[in-house]
């Protein structure tokens, strides 16, 4: 599987953007979806996951409420809904394929080359 992100960008505190992850080949919908981040000097944290089907999801704690995630299977793709942003939520946004509804990165197979975000104050 080969994962792309896109949607990033330089955005206003308050203001809101929509990543999404596209995934290639017909197995999206066999794979549990993550989105983790990682701010400069910082170690990579678990953001959300979704599970196939979508009917599960799971967020760290201290950003459910401001972050969506989503999937269309139908498109082989992810979405990561920010709103209320930030400037700590500045960071290279990864989206990763795995097995279950897990926070470890280790949980997740397959990564995307990550889309920067950058939150202004």
């Known amino acids: 599987v080969q994962l792309q992100a896109s949607g990033g960008g330089l955005v206003e505190a308050g203001g809101s953007l929509r990543l999404s992850c596209t995934a290639s080949?017909?197995?999206?919908?066999?794979?549990?979806m993550g989105w983790f981040r990682q701010a400069p000097g910082k170690e990579r944290e678990f953001v959300s996951a979704?599970?196939?089907?979508?009917?599960?999801?799971a967020y760290v704690d201290s950003l459910e409420g401001r972050f969506t995630i989503s999937r269309d299977n139908a498109k082989n793709t992810v979405y990561l809904q920010m709103n209320s942003l930030e400037p700590e939520d500045t960071a290279i946004y990864y989206c990763?394929?795995?097995?279950?509804?897990?926070?470890?990165?280790?949980?997740?197979?397959?990564w995307g080359q990550g889309t920067l975000v950058t939150v202004s104050s």
């Open positions: 990763a394929a795995g097995r279950l509804v897990l926070p470890m990165p280790s949980n997740y197979d397959y």
């Open positions: 080949g017909r197995t999206f919908s066999r794979y549990v």
């Open positions: 979704i599970s196939l089907s979508g009917t599960t999801t």
